[in-house]
């Protein structure tokens, strides 16, 4: 039987129809979420990001704004722009667009944004946060996993997970939030021996390497939970993932489809941890 196809679409919509009751009854209270996206430059494909974002805000009733500064700002001018807002109160949400031009370091910009409005889930102290199980506003591509995979009722504690990519955006934080729901984890990456070896061991397997196509069904354990985070893409233009879907869902029990699999899930926890922040400086 040809696995179960998990929607990030169709879940991130549901969620979304959540959400918008949960803004009207925080305007009712007189507190309207704010979002403040920073974008630099004129990168295609964050302009894109960035504009789904700002429709996604629209439909929940999050005010947002979209500040766009020439490729050529300085870093100094940047962390005076996050500043401005870290102090201005009725910000509750700070997102500057990755990646950046190369006279400004990342690291650096992640560190100046308040951990209070840090709702991309990157800064040290939320990092830190989760990682000691300590409420955090969490990354939100691996939170949007989670929630992909508790939305089926897919068993995580005692299962083994692979993580196949070590990024500080999705990687490393997916394999913590997995562990933290008792799950035994491996990470794999491009240095690792025999991947298949791991592989076909994993009871749920996340592809986020950023190859398209390196992982197929003989790869997978029968029955194996496939999420797949890459977006790649090809040279007629369509977009792929790391994991070749038509062979995976042979012999996958569930799988994410590219498109519409993680990314709309990684929108929808971002309009989630605007919210969470709204609601956290309300109280503060």
Do not use: W
């Not at 031009?101 to 709702?119: G, T």
């Not at 939320?126 to 939170?143: E, F, K, S, V």
């Not at 029968?222 to 797949?228: L, Q, S």
Request: hydrophobic share 40%.
């Amino acid at each position: 039987m040809p696995a179960e196809i998990i929607s990030g679409k169709e879940l991130g919509n549901e969620l979304r129809q959540e959400m918008k009751k949960e803004v009207d009854q925080l305007k009712n209270s007189g507190l309207t979420p704010h979002l403040t996206v920073i974008i630099v430059g004129d990168n295609p494909a964050s302009r894109s990001y960035v504009r789904g974002k700002e429709k996604a805000s629209d439909t929940v009733g999050i005010s947002s704004e979209v500040i766009e500064l020439p490729s050529s700002v300085t870093e100094e001018e940047l962390l005076g722009l996050i500043d401005q807002k870290n102090r201005d109160a009725s910000v509750h949400g700070i997102l500057v667009q990755l990646p950046l031009p190369e006279q400004i370091r990342e690291e650096n910009i992640i560190v100046a944004i308040d951990p209070a409005k840090d709702v991309d889930g990157f800064h040290p102290i939320n990092i830190g946060r989760m990682m000691t199980g300590q409420d955090a506003l969490l990354p939100c591509t691996p939170y949007g996993i989670i929630t992909m995979l508790k939305s089926r009722n897919i068993p995580i504690e005692g299962k083994h997970a692979v993580v196949i990519g070590r990024s500080n955006i999705v990687g490393k934080p997916v394999g913590q939030l997995l562990l933290a729901e008792n799950a035994t984890v491996t990470y794999c990456h491009s240095k690792t021996d025999k991947l298949t070896d791991y592989t076909k061991s994993a009871d749920i397997l996340i592809a986020a390497a950023g190859r398209a196509n390196m992982i197929n069904k003989e790869h997978l354990k029968e029955g194996a939970v496939v999420i797949d985070v890459g977006i790649n893409r090809m040279e007629d233009g369509s977009l792929t993932g790391d994991v070749d879907f038509e062979s995976a869902k042979e012999i996958a029990s569930y799988i994410t489809p590219v498109p519409r699999g993680v990314g709309p899930m990684t929108i929808t926890m971002l309009l989630k941890n605007t919210i969470q922040a709204a609601k956290g400086l309300a109280n503060s």
